[in-house]
């Protein structure tokens, strides 16, 4: 018999002042004990309007773990690394990198972005970095379901997207009152993050409305779960992150996640020596795109 997933927790992060000042509001949607959260170490919700021409942001380390970045709006960048809407990016800092995001002009943005920890076998892996275009990402579209998917297999869809900790990223739309059931592996973490409308979940029917997180029930079986969604009168559109926990603990401080603090230590000495290279020297053949 198939294990039913059901909605246990939700709650509606409350939106902060952003470090890209006027404007930019990050909203919380991931956060508190890893060993509740575990892949997922991390998630924001960035919502920015920029309303001038002043340069914001700049160069800045990371290590230990995976930035994973979904753009919900707007676009940004430059000739050599250009996002937009709908597009993805996996970034591997593993052993370590500088990471630049400077905004120069006015823009009008909304992107998720996601700290995902490296199992600790694959810690300090070499950086890597995978962009997928929207027009690349697998896509089905039936009985009122769309989905997106960007990591992982769901529905019969599976993403080119390498991965070391196993993860599941698909951005879902049901049209009003139309019911689906789809299958996940029981033993991933897994949460909604709602981006309009309204769903109710599992045989229990507990309702997620917009802005609001819902994490579901986990289980140590290693078989497939049911997810029964069905969307509310307005229909719904929500991202859905399902990872396999890692089992790890860590040591989380700024930009750095390690095993020990010593590590934690020791990336800050390098960062400082500059023994840490920036992102856009890492080797064409670990430079993905699709």
Do not use: C
């Amino acid at each position: 018999m198939s294990i039913a997933r059901q909605l246990i927790k939700k709650y509606k992060p409350q939106g902060q002042a952003g470090f890209l000042g006027a404007g930019h509001e990050a909203r919380p949607v991931v956060s508190g004990p890893f060993i509740q959260t575990d892949p997922f170490i991390y998630l924001m919700d960035d919502i920015l309007d920029k309303k001038d021409n002043i340069p914001v942001g700049g160069p800045h380390p990371h290590a230990g773990f995976e930035t994973v970045s979904l753009l919900l709006q707007g676009s940004f960048g430059d000739e050599k690394h250009h996002m937009k809407e709908g597009d993805f990016e996996i970034m591997t800092a593993g052993s370590g990198i500088v990471h630049t995001e400077t905004l120069e002009k006015k823009a009008k943005l909304r992107w998720l972005q996601l700290w995902l920890n490296l199992p600790k076998k694959d810690r300090w892996a070499a950086p890597r970095v995978q962009n997928m275009s929207f027009k690349h990402v697998p896509t089905s579209n039936e009985h009122g379901v769309k989905i997106h998917l960007y990591s992982g297999s769901l529905a019969g869809l599976t993403s080119p997207v390498q991965n070391y900790s196993p993860l599941i990223v698909a951005n879902i739309t049901i049209n009003a009152g139309v019911t689906t059931v789809q299958q996940l592996p029981a033993n991933y973490n897994t949460f909604l993050y709602v981006i309009e409308g309204s769903v109710k979940i599992g045989m229990g029917e507990k309702q997620l409305h917009k802005d609001e997180v819902g994490w579901l029930n986990l289980s140590e079986e290693t078989s497939e779960s049911d997810l029964k969604l069905t969307a509310g009168e307005a229909g719904v559109n929500f991202v859905l992150y399902a990872g396999k926990p890692t089992g790890d603990e860590i040591v989380s401080h700024g930009p750095f996640i390690a095993d020990t603090a010593e590590e934690i230590q020791q990336l800050y000495q390098e960062y400082r020596r500059g023994k840490i290279n920036h992102i856009t020297t890492v080797p064409e053949e670990r430079k993905i795109k699709w």
